[in-house]
């Protein structure tokens, strides 16, 4: 066939050899779209590893707080544990506006002459703030007095905002709106580089949790509030659910600035509590778009949350105590009695029992070194949960579970049914999530607010007449997710948040015709150097680290659970019973067999998991440790962000150190809570560990160092300790065209 | 070529596990549209062309608003698993295809219009991706390295 033309020659090779070209190209297609898709798995996997720590922690936290509540309601006023942490809830002790100004007072706080920092002067310029963002830009920090005056500036303005800010996108002026920013100060300077600094043309809306992990959380801050004094009516700040002083004490903020301000930071920490509670609550955009932190659930109603005295709730976590006042005018705190039933009737006409969400239904409750500890109060909520199911038809049973409880616990001097309400209401604001299914359900896995469903922002936007709600409050890969048929829409500022490339950030511009248009970036040159793959090996790869030391850390849970499988002793389970194992200790509501070969190095024959071998595969050791008990060490680790939360409550005068015999109390509080045997021998040897001084006190910092406690690589639980970018990084974004 | 392998329990519980993490809905089933990259996502890697005809050539509304449990998939997966996947050999001479000279180098750039162009068409995006880092300062690409560079992943 074919002639002896060159080109016709050609052309034949070409016709038979086309059937070659179509199925290489075909061969090539498939692999790239299977490395796609198993990566895009990989991707999915790390994500939820990362996140289910996250809210598993949020969880304990919550939990922490309601348990220490308990104590203050249970135990005698005198006893040595309630002395310990009554401060942290004697909210607004006994001064007037008067005495505070006193207490906050910046006048004799000199600013020395090598102060390189930047100066302020108040009334504040735009010079100013602009200045004092290049200032943080190079890495100066703001001197204590003029922290001070900024925030004694913000708090005289705040206390006059209203609860929801309404605005307008009047003048076809674009309002942008940022997401979380978790003290991440690269991404807010991007931000600004990307779209401008606030001004009276450019408007913005922060949409809180400013603060927390990240390590630049007080100047974030400062720079929001410059601007906010600066451009009072251009600048809208509503509160999230980080900007809490309980939460800060776990998730790294209150250490930031004591670390930063070592000699006013406890001042700077006082009136930041107060500064937080006067923060609005929501910003309404030409009322038709709804921007608050968290989110909605069927009770929301913004009238309600128009009307409350917002302050009163310094802190989301518990409602607020009744105030009596004596004769001398100075309010002091009661407890009254603990209105359970009220609570707990709340709760019940509030859920719906539908479908659980999707991924299993997140049973955290279960862990039993976090359960509850009060018998007699479980034996109430048993009581009340009796009552109402025989009143109320239940068709998810699973739902009451007894845990509950912990939700329903920070219940003490609640006056009536309508406080607890206004209560709900602010908490479900900042708390809650949305989900996929119809209905309303409590958000267990956070340990506050709600899980709400499509049917709940339909309704609720039919009632108020709005069109779109724009939250944030949940980490998402591409900065933003909408949901909910395009009627919610998830916004997050702080892009790598769980690790170099883990995401990107966004922010909204929402003009006249409210269509929003979303811009991302990502912080850090590091990223744009890493292809897709690197960056996902990257992220899993830290996440699989951090996986790993979760469940060293529950190494007994899991022997125990491994032994139940394994009757005849044998060492090995098989792969299916090591996964239901792992994950009945764990709950984390992963997926097991999938990160099996990750996560277990050690030969199996046959399909089966040689448990003692993985365990020493696991190990964490050193050497100073040795002495130390191992099961008592691996609670340490596990509930080392507890053990350091309740450390800083305990060092009343945030020194850093706490006296031996408070740290002796600590451990026995501790022991309560865990429902475990601490000896006082065990506490000894733990002292000994650190003691350099001799002196009769422990320095925290060097306590949970000693134990190898802290991981500065472990971003999750305690916050940044690299900055992730640096100056020149940012002066490289200049020529970048990428941006 | 009709290989008969039947999965082991163990590897249908880790297939139930990986089609569990798909269900965005929580009815224990995945939308038509999934299928394809549950399946990519357990090894194997069919046309996109072979899933649609497995699962009876839905439409577009079919692919997206019907869904299947794992029952029904599994057979899908097994008819999938049948088919040939290609190894090492067939890749790299499917690539000598477009070894013009003969050296073991394509051009990157015809490569490129190849994969646009013929079979299940790449996106921009795509290409960019796969080809990342793979071609030399002559825009060639040396294939039995990039193939070994594919495989490994």
Same mark, same amino acid.
């Given at each position: 066939?074919?002639?002896?033309?060159?080109?016709?020659?050609? !052309?034949?090779?070409?016709?038979?050899?086309?059937?070659?070209?179509?199925?290489?190209? +075909?061969?090539?297609?498939r692999?790239?779209? &299977?490395?796609?898709a198993?990566t895009?798995?990989r991707?999915?996997?790390? @994500?939820?590893?990362?996140?289910?720590?996250?809210?598993?922690?949020?969880?304990?936290?919550?939990k922490?707080?309601? /348990?220490?509540?308990?104590?203050? %309601?249970?135990?005698?006023?005198?006893?040595?544990?309630?002395?310990?942490?009554?401060?942290?809830?004697?909210?607004?002790?006994?001064?007037?506006?008067?005495?505070?100004?006193?207490?906050?007072?910046?006048?004799?706080?000199?600013?020395?002459?090598?102060?390189?920092?930047?100066?302020?002067? /108040?009334?504040?310029?735009?010079?100013?703030?602009?200045?004092?963002v290049?200032a /943080?830009?190079?890495?100066?920090?703001?001197?204590?007095?003029?922290?001070?005056?900024?925030?004694?500036?913000t708090?005289?303005?705040?206390?006059?905002?209203?609860?929801?800010?309404?605005?307008?996108?009047?003048?076809?002026?674009?309002?942008?709106?940022?997401?979380?920013?978790?003290?991440?100060?690269?991404?807010?300077?991007?931000?600004?580089?990307?779209?401008?600094?606030?001004? !009276?043309?450019?408007?913005?809306?922060?949409?809180?949790?400013?603060?927390?992990?990240?390590?630049?959380s007080?100047?974030?801050?400062?720079?929001?509030?410059?601007?906010?004094?600066?451009?009072?009516?251009?600048?809208?700040?509503?509160?999230?659910?980080?900007?809490?002083h309980?939460?800060?004490?776990?998730?790294g903020?209150?250490?930031?600035?004591?670390?930063?301000?070592?000699?006013?930071?406890?001042?700077? !920490?006082?009136?930041?509590?107060?500064?937080?509670?006067?923060?609005?609550?929501?910003?309404?955009?030409? &009322?038709?778009?709804?921007?608050?932190h968290?989110?909605?659930?069927?009770?929301?109603?913004?009238?309600?949350?128009?009307?409350?005295d917002?302050?009163?709730?310094?802190?989301?976590?518990?409602?607020?105590?009744?105030?009596?006042?004596?004769?001398?005018?100075?309010?002091?705190?009661?407890?009254?009695?603990?209105?359970?039933?009220?609570?707990?009737?709340?709760? &019940?006409?509030?859920a719906?029992?539908?479908?659980?969400?999707?991924?299993?239904?997140?049973?955290?409750?279960?862990?039993?070194?976090?359960?509850?500890?009060?018998?007699?109060?479980?034996?109430?909520?048993?009581?009340?949960?009796?009552?109402?199911?025989?009143?109320?038809?239940?068709?998810?049973?699973?739902?009451?579970?007894?845990?509950?409880?912990?939700?329903?616990?920070?219940?003490?001097?609640?006056?009536?049914?309508?406080?607890?309400?206004?209560?709900?209401?602010?908490?479900?604001?900042?708390?809650? %999530?949305?989900?996929?299914?119809?209905?309303?359900?409590?958000?267990?896995? =956070?340990?506050?607010?709600?899980? @709400?469903?499509?049917?709940?922002?339909?309704?609720?936007?039919?009632?108020?007449?709005?069109?779109? +709600?724009?939250?944030?409050?949940?980490?998402?890969?591409?900065?933003?997710?909408?949901?909910?048929?395009?009627?919610?829409?998830?916004?997050?500022?702080?892009?790598?948040?769980?690790?170099?490339g883990?995401?990107?950030?966004?922010?909204?511009?929402?003009?006249?015709?409210?269509v929003?248009?979303?811009i991302?970036?990502?912080?850090?040159?590091?990223?744009?150097?890493l292809?897709? =793959?690197?960056?996902?090996?990257?992220?899993?790869?830290?996440?699989?680290?951090?996986?790993?030391?979760?469940?060293?850390?529950?190494?007994?849970?899991?022997?125990c659970?491994?032994?139940?499988?394994?009757?005849e002793?044998?060492?090995?389970?098989?792969?299916?019973?090591?996964?239901?194992?792992?994950?009945?200790?764990m709950?984390?509501?992963?997926? @097991?067999?999938?990160?099996?070969?990750?996560?277990?190095?050690?030969?199996?024959?046959?399909?089966?998991?040689?448990?003692?071998?993985?365990?020493?595969?696991?190990?964490?050791?050193?050497?100073?440790?040795?002495?130390?008990d191992?099961?008592?060490?691996?609670?340490?680790?596990?509930?080392?962000?507890?053990?350091?939360?309740?450390?800083?409550?305990?060092?009343?005068?945030?020194?850093?150190?706490?006296?031996?015999?408070? /740290?002796?109390?600590?451990?026995?509080?501790?022991?309560?809570?865990?429902?475990?045997?601490?000896t006082?021998?065990?506490?000894s040897?733990?002292?000994?560990?650190?003691?350099?001084?001799?002196?009769?006190?422990?320095?925290?910092?060097?306590f949970?160092?000693?134990?190898?406690?802290? %991981?500065?690589?472990?971003?999750?639980?305690?916050?940044?300790? #690299?900055? #992730?970018?640096?100056?020149?990084?940012l002066?490289?974004?200049?020529?970048?065209?990428n941006? | 070529?009709?290989?008969?392998?039947?999965?082991?329990?163990?590897?249908?519980?880790?297939?139930?596990?990986?089609?569990?993490?798909?269900?965005?809905?929580?009815d224990?089933?995945?939308?038509?549209?999934?299928?394809?990259?549950?399946?990519?996502?357990?090894?194997?890697?069919?046309?996109?062309?072979?899933?649609?005809?497995?699962l009876?050539?839905p439409?577009?509304d079919?692919?997206?608003?019907?869904?299947?449990?794992?029952?029904?998939?599994?057979?899908?997966?097994?008819?999938?698993?049948a088919?040939?996947?290609?190894?090492?050999d067939?890749?790299?001479?499917?690539?000598?295809?477009?070894?013009?000279?003969?050296?073991?180098?394509?051009?990157g750039?015809?490569?490129?219009?190849?994969?646009?162009?013929?079979?299940?068409?790449?996106?921009?995006?795509?290409?960019?991706?796969?080809?990342?880092?793979?071609?030399?300062?002559?825009?060639?690409?040396?294939?039995?390295?990039?193939?070994?560079?594919?495989?490994?992943?």
């Amino acid at each position: 066939m074919g002639c002896g033309v060159t080109k016709s020659n050609h !052309l034949h090779k070409h016709t038979t050899s086309s059937g070659r070209a179509i199925r290489a190209a +075909i061969l090539i297609q498939r692999w790239y779209r &299977q490395y796609v898709a198993r990566t895009e798995m990989r991707r999915r996997y790390t @994500w939820h590893i990362f996140q289910s720590i996250e809210y598993s922690g949020e969880q304990a936290q919550i939990k922490l707080y309601n /348990f220490l509540g308990y104590l203050m %309601d249970n135990f005698t006023p005198s006893s040595n544990e309630r002395n310990l942490i009554s401060h942290i809830f004697r909210e607004n002790e006994v001064c007037r506006d008067a005495e505070w100004e006193r207490y906050f007072c910046y006048k004799n706080i000199e600013v020395p002459e090598i102060y390189s920092g930047p100066h302020l002067t /108040f009334p504040l310029t735009v010079e100013e703030a602009v200045g004092l963002v290049e200032a /943080f830009r190079n890495k100066k920090q703001l001197h204590s007095r003029y922290v001070l005056q900024l925030l004694l500036e913000t708090w005289k303005l705040l206390r006059m905002l209203p609860n929801i800010n309404r605005i307008s996108t009047c003048h076809s002026k674009e309002i942008t709106i940022c997401g979380d920013l978790h003290g991440q100060l690269e991404d807010l300077l991007l931000i600004f580089y990307k779209n401008g600094m606030p001004s !009276l043309e450019k408007p913005y809306v922060f949409n809180g949790d400013f603060v927390d992990r990240g390590r630049d959380s007080i100047e974030i801050l400062l720079i929001l509030f410059a601007f906010l004094l600066v451009y009072p009516s251009d600048v809208y700040l509503n509160r999230g659910n980080h900007e809490d002083h309980i939460v800060n004490l776990r998730y790294g903020f209150t250490k930031e600035v004591l670390n930063k301000y070592k000699m006013h930071g406890k001042r700077i !920490l006082k009136l930041l509590q107060k500064i937080f509670s006067w923060l609005p609550l929501a910003t309404v955009i030409d &009322q038709k778009v709804l921007v608050l932190h968290g989110g909605i659930s069927d009770s929301t109603d913004l009238g309600v949350l128009a009307r409350v005295d917002r302050h009163i709730y310094i802190s989301a976590l518990r409602p607020p105590k009744k105030r009596h006042h004596s004769l001398a005018g100075i309010s002091i705190d009661s407890d009254t009695d603990v209105d359970t039933a009220a609570i707990s009737r709340v709760f &019940q006409r509030r859920a719906s029992f539908t479908y659980p969400k999707p991924l299993g239904t997140r049973d955290c409750f279960q862990n039993r070194s976090l359960q509850d500890f009060s018998d007699r109060i479980r034996v109430n909520m048993e009581n009340q949960l009796e009552l109402s199911r025989r009143e109320e038809p239940i068709l998810n049973a699973q739902i009451n579970k007894p845990e509950q409880e912990s939700l329903i616990l920070s219940t003490d001097s609640v006056s009536s049914d309508t406080a607890v309400d206004e209560w709900k209401q602010i908490l479900d604001l900042l708390w809650s %999530d949305p989900m996929t299914q119809d209905g309303c359900i409590p958000n267990e896995v =956070r340990g506050g607010g709600c899980y @709400w469903g499509p049917d709940v922002t339909e309704d609720f936007l039919n009632r108020h007449n709005l069109q779109l +709600i724009i939250r944030s409050h949940e980490c998402k890969q591409e900065g933003y997710e909408f949901c909910h048929n395009r009627k919610v829409l998830t916004l997050f500022s702080a892009s790598n948040y769980y690790d170099v490339g883990s995401n990107r950030g966004a922010y909204v511009k929402l003009g006249p015709d409210l269509v929003p248009y979303l811009i991302q970036y990502q912080a850090s040159s590091m990223t744009r150097e890493l292809t897709v =793959r690197q960056s996902v090996g990257r992220t899993e790869r830290s996440a699989l680290r951090v996986l790993r030391e979760q469940l060293f850390a529950h190494k007994s849970d899991l022997l125990c659970a491994f032994r139940k499988f394994d009757s005849e002793n044998t060492g090995l389970v098989s792969l299916n019973d090591w996964a239901s194992a792992v994950e009945s200790v764990m709950h984390l509501d992963l997926p @097991w067999r999938m990160l099996r070969s990750q996560l277990v190095t050690c030969k199996n024959s046959e399909g089966t998991i040689d448990y003692y071998g993985w365990f020493n595969e696991l190990a964490i050791t050193g050497s100073k440790t040795d002495h130390i008990d191992q099961s008592l060490l691996e609670t340490l680790y596990r509930h080392r962000s507890t053990l350091e939360t309740i450390f800083r409550i305990v060092d009343t005068d945030n020194s850093g150190f706490i006296s031996m015999q408070d /740290f002796r109390q600590t451990w026995k509080l501790l022991s309560v809570y865990l429902k475990m045997e601490i000896t006082d021998e065990a506490i000894s040897d733990l002292a000994i560990t650190i003691d350099s001084n001799h002196d009769g006190s422990i320095d925290i910092d060097e306590f949970m160092e000693a134990f190898r406690l802290t %991981d500065k690589k472990s971003r999750l639980e305690r916050g940044r300790s #690299m900055f #992730m970018g640096t100056t020149s990084d940012l002066t490289k974004l200049e020529g970048d065209p990428n941006i | 070529m009709h290989s008969h392998t039947e999965f082991t329990p163990d590897q249908i519980e880790d297939f139930k596990e990986a089609f569990g993490l798909f269900d965005r809905v929580g009815d224990s089933q995945v939308a038509y549209n999934q299928v394809a990259d549950i399946m990519r996502a357990l090894g194997q890697n069919p046309t996109n062309k072979s899933v649609n005809k497995i699962l009876g050539n839905p439409s577009a509304d079919d692919l997206a608003n019907k869904r299947l449990n794992f029952d029904a998939f599994l057979p899908m997966l097994k008819e999938v698993d049948a088919q040939p996947k290609g190894t090492y050999d067939d890749y790299v001479e499917g690539l000598r295809v477009f070894d013009k000279e003969g050296n073991g180098t394509v051009m990157g750039a015809e490569l490129r219009i190849v994969l646009s162009t013929l079979g299940e068409k790449m996106n921009e995006q795509e290409i960019d991706a796969l080809m990342a880092g793979q071609e030399d300062e002559n825009g060639s690409v040396h294939y039995e390295a990039f193939v070994k560079h594919i495989m490994s992943v």
